[in-house]
């Protein structure tokens, strides 16, 4: 079966990116799988610490392995958005197949010594761990905010980019290239979108080679994912959307079936409804180059 590894190597000789789904309990668990099956295309299941809090770190481990080997099915285990090292360490020894170790609030130098140090010990743990670095500010908490929040709008550079590959030796960089977590009411409601900085992303994966995530892309443009993915990068973090889709598909089942209380009969459209968002981002993440070639030739 394919490795995390080799699904990122396919997606960037493609043009193509691997969606990367947040979860918090069995819901979106199911959607994030069944929609990956049904598409048949490689996926990542991310927990950040408080969702992997949540659902138990080696039960979120041990469920993700079960589908893996159950439907020899490439869906791999990312512990997105992990603030010590302690708690990577954890993650490595339960079985994740890749931790975000994300120091990007501490000072530049102080980020790559400890992130260095991170991946050091990580590998040591399990050599085929991906370690992803992050650098720049692109906010926290993938919620609805009620404004954009005030943001420093500073993009990391194609120099500190360079820099911080080159010396923590990270698998994968998380660049502020213009995304930002969560999304504000206007988006949630379609009439705002996020907007990236192309050129940079294209800039900071021509300077450092490396696998480039993009953060917090719930409620970006379409357009602007398509086009972002064809200058270079290689993973998309969708959170917020499924949230929203999770609350609004859990409102209906409860509001249609008042008197019911069986679990097993509510929630099956509630997964639909997670399903209908992740479905529909795979398509785009998987349609590969000619979309922006269609495009540029328009
Ligand atoms: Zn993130």
Redesign the pocket.
């Known amino acids: 079966m394919l490795t995390l590894l080799e699904a990122l190597q396919h997606a960037d000789a493609t043009g193509t990116a691997v969606g990367h789904f947040n979860i918090s309990e069995l819901i979106a668990m199911k959607a994030v799988f069944e929609a990956a099956r049904e598409k048949n295309l490689p996926v990542v299941v991310?927990v950040?610490e408080g969702e992997r809090q949540f659902m138990g770190v080696l039960q979120v481990a041990a469920f993700v392995k079960s589908l893996r080997e159950e439907f020899n099915f490439p869906i791999f285990l990312n512990a997105?958005?992990t603030h010590s090292l302690a708690k990577a360490i954890e993650a490595a020894k339960a079985g994740f197949d890749w931790v975000?170790f994300?120091l990007s609030t501490l000072p530049f130098e102080e980020n790559v010594r400890q992130t260095r140090q991170a991946v050091e010990a990580l590998k040591a743990i399990r050599p085929s761990i991906l370690v992803e670095g992050e650098i720049g500010d692109?906010g926290s908490g993938?919620e609805i905010h009620d404004a954009a929040p005030a943001s420093s709008g500073q993009l990391t550079t194609p120099d500190e980019a360079k820099q911080f590959v080159e010396e923590t030796k990270v698998d994968t960089l998380?660049p502020a290239v213009g995304n930002r977590?969560g999304m504000t009411r206007n988006m949630v409601e379609g009439e705002d979108r996020k907007h990236l900085n192309i050129r940079r992303i294209r800039e900071i994966k021509e300077a450092t080679k490396i696998f480039l995530t993009l953060?917090?892309a719930s409620g970006t443009d379409d357009r602007d994912l398509r086009d972002a993915i064809a200058a270079g990068i290689t993973v998309v973090?969708i959170?917020t959307e499924l949230r929203v889709a999770w609350r609004r598909g859990l409102e209906a089942t409860l509001a249609s079936h008042p008197n019911e209380v069986v679990p097993y009969k509510l929630l099956p459209s509630v997964v639909e409804s997670v399903k209908r968002v992740i479905a529909s981002r795979l398509a785009l993440f998987g349609a590969g180059r000619e979309h922006s070639q269609t495009r540029s030739a328009n």
Do not use: L, T
């Open positions: 991310g950040s997105d958005h975000v994300d692109i993938s998380a977590h953060h917090g973090h959170n």
